[in-house]
């Protein structure tokens, strides 16, 4: 990469980075806010309690825009696999394609199918129909991130297949679509996407809380996300710990390149807290380095073997100087993400949950952790299973269509604008939803008697 | 059963549903700068707040169908096709959004009802300009394509381009007058057969134009076995026009988005006739493009169950919603 200008296959690599990434938060935001809807409505049927319709309806409001925003951006990654990587679309094509065939016959037809009844159908359908509707859209998002996990993790750790002329033949779907990534890469990205939500809603809680409002659906708002990110951002750390074992068994160079360790040390690897590798000098400067630590962490022994970088062939290294550095900003936050939990958890057992300023402040500030956490995982894994688009069988340059670099600079100095002028519009709108807060309805016994326990069937729409 | 064909039949209805629902909401933004009261064009935009995902969920369905079935296809079209492709992706960017935006701004609202109107009609004009230069060929070596990056701009492809801003622009204004009454309803009558007028225009020009650059569409169309087929084409179109026309003077309500509708199957059997057999026109047979057998056997599996579930719920959500909208009834936020 020494000349001066671009390679289209550069500029093809960070157009699909470009576009994957602003796509990838709000399909991440859709997963997590559609369950916690659906757990609020249910709530509301169960109890009859209208701040738990009153957050229905916030949230949905916000939902449907990175929806929105979601579908649109959607749109543009199943076709820009076609238009920026022929050769890989040829090659991996009668697999990737098929998974994500099925991802669009079992995901977003579900999810699009019932979406306009969740948020319009408050009138039209019966308050059963209408959460048997929420859910489905819930269950639908999930589904979108199996297929297209499997898809990912096949590219990670391919099996099932045979390779026919110049094309990848799938042999053994079952092999495919469980391959050796994927049931870690599903669990630690749906726990993602939980969390991404969760951080959002306990954000946009405290800042209610911080200006002053106190009435119950800010308070719910609060102590669900918090009770939320309790259980999951712990149980994240530990299948991220499992995720990291199966990545040191089936991509070796990947975690060398995240520890930016270049010799294979015998009798216990050190662990690099921080540090800067150098892809050129092959090592990493300014390493602070605790001795056993790497063995401990990643194969869970005092002496166990860790491959380092030099033991692959130069050009099989993924990027150090990035992976060593996504991949701690990755843990580094969601370690905080469970200082908050369990900080939360304290407060709340003296009964201080609502009224630590301090601690809303940090909750606001927290917020948007969780988006930066999930880019920063997608960086280390994609990034660490360069130089190949499928794991040792196809490399990223083999990969890209025969364009020239102005067709791909033009097209990517386009999504840009277009990318920032809408999605930060859809952004803007979104924060400033979530300023105004949920409306509140007076409580139902606050008016004379009401026969209906599981709350009014006419209401207003989603307005 | 020949899987092959059977997946191109699967792509090309799924295709032919997508002209049909996403040409009628894009068409809507059409014909936007025609109606410039605000309070018009909120419910115009409500009668398909709660369908439009869905509707455009069949363009990915193609995208996906054709990365899974015919990968060669996906590749080379989508990578021959580049600037367009993503200048029409880029124009649903803007629509999309502004679904969602237009409602909640207020100063900027004109600029996302010029994002609305702007994004439909690009989408629409750079789908149509997509399928005339596919309709043209796509120079390929070695499996690659291996034309110009400008290839896709001739004065054919342009037309086609045009043609399908007029065909969505009549869907559009034909599911309007089914979602409408009143005032609204009574001018969206008027634009009626004007819109067909140049639609059928358009059809007529596109039809003695592709024999006539394509000798093998010409050797097709007029040989003995499918002449018989082909002659009732026009006659065809002229009673639907003939149709179109007494709706729009009687006024009905449904009859005319039916018509419009009969217009583009009309339209899109001409066009999977001059196709028939090529994946990609007068260089690659569907068979030539076709995913190994493995890929097509598993999707297919899936596509029978699911798909006819899909279509199911597909249209139990357009009968939740069934019926006018009116002013106020339910906002996008």
Redesign the interface.
Known sequence: MESSSLSALDLARIQFAFTVSFHIVFPALSIGLSSFIAVLEWRWLKTGKTYYKDLCLFWSKIFAIAFGMGVVSGVVMAYEFGTNWAGFSKFAGPITGALLTYEVMTAFFLEAGFLGIMLFGWTRVGPRAHFAATLTVAVGTLMSAFWILASNSWMQTPQGFAIEGDRAVPVDWFQIVFNPSFPYRLVHMTLAAFLVAALLVAATGAWHLLKGRRDPAIKKTFSLAMWMLLAIAPLQAFVGDQHGLNTLRYQPAKIAAIEGLWDTETGGTALNLFGIPDMQAETTRYALSVPHLGSLLLTHTWDGEIRGLKSFPRDERPNSTVVFWSFRVMVGLGLLMIVLAVTAWILHRRGRLYDSAWFHRFAVLMGPSGFVTLLAGWVTTEVGRQPWVVYGVMRTSQAASPLSAQQVGLSLMAFVVVYFLVFGTGIYYMLKLMRAGPNVTPEDDARPAQPQPRGPRAVTAAA | MDLTVVWAAIIALGLLIYVVLDGFDLGIGIVFPLFPDERERDLMMNTV???W??N??W???G???????F??V??????A???P???M??C???R??S???RG??SRTKHLWNL?FIGGSTGAAFFQGISLGAFVQGIPLAN????GD?FGWLTPFSLLTGLGLVATYALLGCCWLIAKTEGDLQRRLHRLLWPLTLVLIGFIAVVSIWTPLQEPNVAARWFSTEWFHRMVPAPFLVAICAYLMRRAARDRHHTRPFLLATAFVVLGYAGLLATLWPYAIPSSVTLWQAA??E??LK??LT??VV??PI?LA??IF?YW??RGKVRHG???Y?
């Open positions: 707040a709660p369908v995902d869905g455009e969920t363009l990915v369905l995208g996906a169908a054709l990365f899974g079935a990968p060669l996906y590749a080379t079209v989508l990578s096709l580049y600037l492709l993503v200048a992706l880029a649903l960017i803007l999309g959004v679904f969602e935006i909640k701004a994002a499996g690659e394509f291996a990056a995913a190994p493995q890929s598993f999707t899936g596509a699911i798909l899909i719920y597909t959500g939740v919603f009834e339910h906002h936020h």
